[in-house]
């Protein structure tokens, strides 16, 4: 299912798929590298971004979001470390272990991450392509503030705030294009959510929090990201942490059978 869906994918903020490779027992997915790293560790390292980073990056999730869900898929698994940056510091959604093509009806399946799921999937009555913009609102708030808009010492106690819609927005965000935005996507109704009506991604894309934003250029990768990495060659791997041989899980794979080519990298 995920090679189906990563397969149809073209879009500039959703990761690339070049090809796939099956033998017995697994499926290859030779993808474009990434080598910016996780958002996740850049939101680390910074604690909270400001209204222009994050607005940066959320614009690039919001639209991979509209197309995702343009083709009828749903994605179900956003969190920071979902989303990678290239080279010149811009984003890709990855990872579509949990995205589901069910067009406008709803499925029921409870997967994803806690803190990110909407209210309808914690209570499995049904969920569409509107839990994704709820997923949203919640990652807003986190890449201004730092943390989960639900964040609780136990998952049932986030799990109750989340069907309850209860957060505080800091002072920071009150009043303010972000925050009104974060209070239209987490929005318990899912008919009076932000993305959640008839006209789906478009009221996302237009919402104040974006006015004065270029999409055009922000396409062609015109616009200067606020954080570009430094990378001393293509095969630079300093923004991603390291592991140890036994945490590596394909260490043991049997790769025979496995047609390898030797070549592939030549003058790369």
Not at 46 to 65: I, K, L, W
Not at 89 to 101: N, S, T
Not at 211 to 237: E, F, H, I, M
Request: proline letters at 4%.
């Amino acid at each position: 299912n995920e090679r189906r869906i990563a397969s149809v994918l073209d879009h500039s903020c959703l990761l690339k798929l070049n090809a796939t490779y099956q033998d017995d027992e697994h499926i290859y997915m030779l993808t474009e590298a990434l080598m910016g790293g996780e958002l996740f560790s850049l939101l680390m390292e910074y604690d909270t971004f400001d209204n222009d980073m994050a607005r940066f990056y959320f614009a690039q999730v919001a639209s991979g979001f509209q197309c995702l869900h343009q083709l009828g898929v749903v994605y179900r698994d956003l969190k920071p470390e979902n989303l990678m940056l290239d080279t010149e510091g811009y984003l890709r959604i990855v990872d579509f272990g949990f995205a589901k093509m069910i067009a406008d009806q709803n499925t029921y399946t409870l997967c994803g991450t806690p803190e990110y799921l909407s209210p309808e999937m914690v209570m499995t009555r049904g969920h569409g392509l509107a839990s994704d913009w709820w997923a949203t609102g919640v990652l807003l708030y986190e890449l201004l503030h730092g943390t989960s808009p639900f964040a609780s010492d136990t998952l049932m106690d986030m799990y109750k705030l989340i069907v309850q819609s209860t957060y505080t927005l800091p002072p920071k965000m009150q009043g303010q294009p972000s925050g009104k935005l974060i209070n239209g996507l987490l929005v318990f109704d899912v008919a009076m959510r932000i993305g959640g009506g008839k006209d789906g991604g478009d009221e996302v894309i237009g919402d104040r929090f974006f006015d004065g934003l270029d999409w055009d250029a922000l396409y062609r990768k015109q616009l200067p990201a606020p954080w570009v990495p430094s990378l001393a060659n293509g095969l630079d791997t300093s923004c991603f942490q390291n592991y140890t041989d036994d945490e590596k899980p394909w260490a043991d794979i049997n790769l025979d059978g496995v047609e390898v080519d030797h070549d592939f990298f030549v003058e790369f």
